[in-house]
């Protein structure tokens, strides 16, 4: 699956960064990237655990239905 950060929401901090740090990563102002857009399976439950927690609800599943 893939995952997606809206900018937009995004206050920075990198709480995405700790959680799944395979997954996200901190630009140099802190605000969260995607690392890595098609997470695997073994991420599956950290990427979960940062969407619960990134305070700005910033973080999301991309549908890949088309
Ligand atoms: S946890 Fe949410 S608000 Fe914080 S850097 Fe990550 S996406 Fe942005």
Redesign the pocket.
Known sequence: MRVQ?NFD?????????ITAPAV?R?DAE???QVAVEDVPDEERARVER?IR????Q??AWVSETV
């Open positions: 950060i929401q995004c206050e920075g901090h990198g709480r995405c960064a996200f901190v802190g605000y969260g940062a927690l990134c305070p700005k910033a973080i």
